[in-house]
């Protein structure tokens, strides 16, 4: 089935869809973005990422460039056009096109939006999540405004890459201090040894993650204990659980780090019932 794209005010075949040489997302990764995940047609988590998506806009002084209902109403239809039912929707916002120079634009240049959607059958995180999934650790050598969802992901990646080539499914990021600060494209937890959940606190060195927080009041809900305390590479390695939580994993049980097995090397209960409670409430909430 052929793609879909939005690409500033048109949608055109995913294949031919292009933006300008001197867009400034291109040049200078000066740009946004957000991803939703899709159940049942649905977007998960709504209010939280669009409320994050014009933080980012208002942080870098990129103009909002339409009002949340037309973007509601882009986001919904690229959805549509792309038959995506399980699977996730992707939007990027840059500063726009103009002759490459470091300093904003003029003022009034309009930003760039593209919008894409794909499917991503819910029974492939599934099968991973049954298992539980490896991380590896990286050195988090990224800027002092991981707060900011910018296409500025190098760093990400190159951690990614690294978890890839070790047959790990995300790297962990770990300070200076030796303290984990988040996975490449997800937030870390940990339940430690004295049963207590933990995920470090969200200043600017870390992302502060939609699916964190709702995992956050659903643990509050259990009557589980959260403390927003960063953890060492050596607290994880003891921990009794881990598992990290991001829009397209959910919650995702880790059952090694480096190699070494947490707790006994299967997904542990509180990640577990995490996960369905989660994925219930995604789904239930949806719009
Ligand atoms: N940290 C980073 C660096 C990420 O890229 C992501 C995914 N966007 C997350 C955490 C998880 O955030 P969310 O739950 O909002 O998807």
Not at 60 to 65: D, E, T
Not at 88 to 111: N, S, W
Not at 252 to 269: C, H, L, N, R, Y
Request: charged share 25%; glycine share 8%; aromatic share 6%.
């Amino acid at each position: 089935m052929s793609r879909v794209a939005y690409v500033n005010g048109q949608y055109v075949q995913h294949g031919q869809a292009t933006v300008h040489v001197e867009d400034r997302g291109f040049q200078f990764a000066d740009g946004v973005y957000e991803v939703w995940s899709v159940f049942d047609g649905r977007m998960a988590d709504f209010d939280g990422h669009m409320t994050r998506l014009h933080r980012s806009l208002n942080e870098l002084r990129i103009p909002i460039p339409m009002t949340r209902e037309a973007l509601e109403r882009v986001l919904k239809e690229t959805v549509r056009r792309n038959r995506v039912n399980e699977g996730l929707v992707y939007i990027q916002v840059t500063r726009g096109t103009a002759r490459r120079d470091h300093p904003f634009p003029a003022e009034g240049t309009a930003p760039s939006v593209i919008v894409t959607a794909r499917s991503l059958p819910l029974s492939k995180g599934n099968a991973a999540a049954a298992k539980g999934v490896a991380v590896i650790t990286h050195p988090d050598i990224r800027w002092g405004r991981c707060d900011i969802k910018t296409v500025g992901l190098l760093p990400n990646v190159l951690a990614k890459q690294a978890a890839k080539e070790r047959g790990a499914a995300e790297a962990w990021m770990v300070d200076e201090m030796g303290l984990v600060t988040e996975g490449s494209s997800t937030n870390a937890w940990i339940v430690d040894e004295s049963g207590k959940l933990r995920t470090r606190d969200t200043q600017s060195n870390i992302l502060h993650g939609i699916t964190r927080a709702a995992v956050m009041a659903l643990a509050a809900d259990e009557g589980i204990e959260v403390e927003e305390r960063a953890f060492s590479v050596d607290e994880a390695r003891r921990a009794r659980e881990a598992f990290y939580t991001s829009a397209s994993g959910f919650v995702m049980p880790t059952v090694s780090i480096d190699g070494a097995m947490i707790g006994d090397g299967k997904p542990g209960p509180i990640a577990t019932k995490l996960r369905a409670q989660y994925l219930d409430q995604a789904r239930r909430d949806a719009i």
